[in-house]
């Protein structure tokens, strides 16, 4: 059975009256989701999907184009970073540098021809970090050399990572304080609702659900 708006719309307006204090930056609003009666030693059990939800998360996303030619053209024009296969092989041969960069970076979008490339240079560290690109179904980030970059790139701002690995507790940001309460309940359904059609038993997976800001108390969501 699907999420309820209304007592995500509960939560979230407890959580702006208890969380008035006026920052110097935007908070991000956090969502987090337990997860019962899974077996996570199995692999099969184990979820790492990006979701692209109704709403987007953050205009500034620091997004990077793996890829040369034509698309790194392409991509330079539209002000996205860029990593061609030189640069990819000189951060290989300097993970203080890779790191560094990576950190500075929030998703990747890789050319299908460089993603071996990418893998094999950077991937002991873009694994970890949770930013290694998922091709299709679980992600866009894989494309072909002639993409249109547009509709990808706005499509990451709107992009939501989900793992399941180590400990039964998934945690992603759904959206950001100066977004409508609408359309913050409207993301967090679009991750509830994956990971019920994800998950072997459905909703009977999902435990309890609290929200926050970055900054903010964690407030329980509670089913009526």
Known sequence: MPVESAPLMTAIKEMNEKSTKKRNFI????????????????????????????NEIERDRK?????????????????????????????????KTAKKFIKGIDVFIAG??????????LGPVLGPSGKMPIGPPKGKGIIPPNADLNPIVEQYRKMIRIRLRNNLVVNCKV??????????????????????????????????LHIKKTMGPSIKIVEK
């Open 27 to 54: 908070q991000s609003i956090d969502l987090s989701i337990k997860i019962k009666d899974v077996d996570l030693k199995q692999p099969k059990n184990r979820i790492a999907a990006e979701i692209f939800v109704p």
């Open 63 to 95: 997004i990077c184009i793996v890829g040369s030619g034509d698309m790194g053209v392409r991509a330079k024009n539209l002000g996205l970073d860029v990593l061609d296969k030189d640069e990819l092989e000189n951060l290989k041969s300097d993970k």
């Open 112 to 121: 299908v021809d460089l993603m071996p490339v990418l893998a094999k240079s």
């Open 175 to 208: 959206g950001n304080e100066n977004m409508a309460p609408q359309e913050i309940v409207e993301n967090i359904k679009a991750v509830i609702n994956y990971l019920e059609s994800t998950l072997e038993r459905g909703p009977r997976n999902i435990g309890g």
